[in-house]
């Protein structure tokens, strides 16, 4: 049976860890694409609530980088 | 402190992962993500539904006052001290932090429970696994804080409703 792709969101933070990722982008790193990504200005404002609210609406993991 | 409570709910502190990542280290975000997606596909998918009343208990006592305010006040306990002026040891902090988060989540549990019709104390054990005593103790604290009340006894046996 195959298997289903999970779905990740993942809270970067926009200085640190989003710059990372675009960086990888451009520079045409391979990597996967069920990062779901949403872009906060510092980690520190993802909210414990937003992780159980991602993962009642579905997704099967979360990321917070930072 | 919320991979705990995922731990504790059952639905398992690795669908959280936390890293460090730096605005250069583009390589690192590619392994990172590639990890984190290995390690969560392992674990299969997450079923929302299945685990609809924990996942609800969890974002209740995310909203409780007393976690909020100690997670707010931690910084000011171990650096500079407590009304009485006696600084916090870390680790004194967290043993004390875990029980809270224990009680509350407990608490928002048999609550949740409550409101999904399992409305004596037997049935509300069945339904969350907890002790009767456990549960019982937690009932008479959730009455006195107007979390629930006592509806009267159908058969012998007491019944609870939420508020």
């Given at each position: 049976?195959?298997?289903?792709?999970?779905?990740?969101?993942?809270?970067?933070?926009?200085?640190?860890?989003?710059?990372?990722?675009?960086?990888?982008?451009?520079?045409?790193?391979?990597?996967?694409?069920?990062?779901?990504?949403?872009?906060?200005?510092?980690?520190?404002?993802?909210?414990?609530?937003?992780?159980?609210?991602?993962l009642?609406?579905?997704?099967?993991g979360v990321?917070?980088?930072? | 402190?919320?991979?705990?409570?995922l731990?504790?709910?059952?639905i398992g502190e690795s669908r959280l992962?936390?890293?460090?990542?730096?605005?250069?280290?583009?390589?690192?975000?590619?392994?990172?993500?590639?990890?984190?997606?290995?390690?969560i596909?392992?674990q299969?998918?997450f079923?929302?539904?299945?685990?609809?009343?924990?996942?609800?208990?969890?974002?209740?006592?995310?909203?409780?006052?007393?976690?909020?305010?100690?997670?707010?006040?931690?910084?000011?306990?171990?650096?500079?001290?407590?009304?009485?002026?006696?600084?916090?040891?870390?680790?004194?902090?967290?043993?004390?932090?875990?029980?809270?988060?224990?009680?509350?989540?407990?608490?928002?549990?048999?609550?949740?429970?409550?409101?999904?019709?399992?409305?004596?104390?037997?049935?509300?054990?069945?339904?969350?696994?907890?002790?009767?005593?456990?549960?019982?103790?937690?009932?008479?604290?959730?009455?006195?804080?107007?979390?629930?009340?006592?509806?009267?006894?159908?058969?012998?046996?007491?019944?609870?409703?939420?508020?």
């Amino acid at each position: 049976m195959e298997q289903v792709e999970p779905k990740i969101v993942a809270f970067l933070c926009n200085w640190c860890a989003y710059a990372g990722a675009d960086l990888a982008g451009v520079s045409r790193l391979q990597h996967p694409s069920n990062m779901r990504t949403v872009r906060v200005m510092c980690s520190g404002r993802v909210d414990p609530l937003f992780i159980v609210q991602a993962l009642k609406s579905g997704c099967d993991g979360v990321l917070v980088a930072g | 402190m919320t991979q705990k409570l995922l731990k504790l709910s059952g639905i398992g502190e690795s669908r959280l992962h936390l890293a460090w990542l730096s605005s250069a280290e583009a390589q690192r975000f590619v392994d990172i993500s590639s990890a984190v997606i290995e390690d969560i596909k392992a674990q299969g998918k997450f079923d929302s539904k299945l685990f609809s009343l924990e996942l609800a208990a969890a974002e209740e006592t995310l909203k409780a006052e007393t976690l909020r305010w100690m997670v707010g006040k931690e910084v000011k306990l171990l650096a500079r001290g407590d009304v009485y002026g006696r600084k916090w040891e870390k680790a004194r902090f967290e043993a004390i932090l875990d029980e809270v988060l224990e009680r509350e989540y407990h608490k928002q549990l048999i609550r949740q429970a409550i409101l999904a019709d399992f409305t004596s104390v037997r049935a509300i054990s069945q339904r969350i696994g907890l002790g009767l005593k456990r549960i019982s103790y937690l009932l008479a604290d959730m009455e006195k804080t107007n979390m629930i009340e006592f509806k009267g006894h159908t058969e012998c046996v007491p019944v609870f409703g939420a508020l």
